[in-house]
């Protein structure tokens, strides 16, 4: 994948793409050759490159097609990379980094895709499992996983429900979707966050987390959307920084012996 990355960003036409998307996320195909001298259909091909190199997310909203900056890419090459050599020569890639990990300017959704060496059902079960989810996430999810049933969320000694905190969706092996919780005193005491903080997180509407699995070979491709942000949002930034590190736990406990031993226990 390393190799297919580094090819996406060896052309400047492509890393011009990539930087439209980084003023403006969730651009469609007309915006994106809008802003840019080149023709429609070399535009598609360089957006297909980008998109099989897991840069570029693309989402469907009624007849639109949405493209989003990916950061995993980035981010694995990164850990990968810079901490074997002079950060000094690769400066220039650090500084990609930060760009393409920068909060959208338009678009306030978190979009997140990675592709994980397991199967749907295992990760479905990294998902759902309390088991599981306590491993990576450090939290257990209280629910039937029904349509419309309430889903608590258990911290420790803390657990955070509420009104609308629900199930929306469950698909097992390809979707899963749910409000994101309360924002509870017990929470934030739990978590240091400040008072204001917390008093202004509180006050927002619950946003919705989404999970989508697609085989793809030995692999799951996963690509995490969670949106319903108001402008400014205390939980949007939260959020990007949390579930950028959650979603690389969530891939590195179900590819790892952990995931076997608790299954094991679990069973």
């Excluded at 007849?63 to 400066?91: C, F, G, M, S, T």
């Excluded at 966050?193 to 989404?210: F, G, H, V, W």
Aim: charged share 25%; hydrophobic share 35%; aromatic share 8%.
């Amino acid at each position: 994948m390393d190799d297919e990355v580094f090819r996406a960003l060896a052309d400047p036409s492509r890393r011009q793409l990539l930087d439209s998307l980084n003023e403006r996320n969730g651009q469609t195909l007309s915006e994106l050759c809008a802003g840019l001298d080149m023709a429609r259909q070399s535009v598609s091909k360089h957006l297909a490159v980008l998109e099989s190199a897991n840069l570029v997310t693309t989402l469907r909203r009624g007849r639109e097609k949405l493209h989003h900056l990916n950061a995993e890419p980035i981010n694995a090459i990164a850990d990968r990379w810079i901490n074997q050599y002079d950060r000094r020569r690769v400066q220039l890639f650090a500084d990609l980094k930060t760009a393409l990990e920068q909060e959208p300017v338009s678009d306030n959704d978190f979009v997140y895709t990675t592709y994980i060496k397991t199967t749907p059902e295992r990760l479905w079960r990294a998902l759902t499992d309390p088991a599981f989810t306590q491993q990576y996430w450090g939290v257990q999810h209280r629910t039937d996983w029904k349509v419309g049933s309430p889903i608590d969320w258990v911290m420790g000694d803390v657990t955070m429900s509420g009104p609308g905190q629900e199930v929306l969706e469950y698909d097992p092996y390809r979707r899963l979707a749910f409000t994101w919780h309360h924002i509870t005193p017990e929470f934030a005491q739990a978590v240091e966050m400040p008072d204001d903080q917390r008093d202004k997180a509180a006050a927002e509407p619950l946003s919705r987390a989404s999970f989508d699995l697609e085989p793809d070979g030995d692999q799951v491709k996963l690509t995490v959307i969670h949106t319903g942000f108001d402008p400014g949002s205390v939980i949007r930034a939260m959020i990007d920084e949390g579930w950028t590190k959650l979603i690389s736990d969530l891939k590195s406990f179900t590819e790892s012996p952990t995931f076997d031993q608790t299954a094991a226990s679990a069973n």
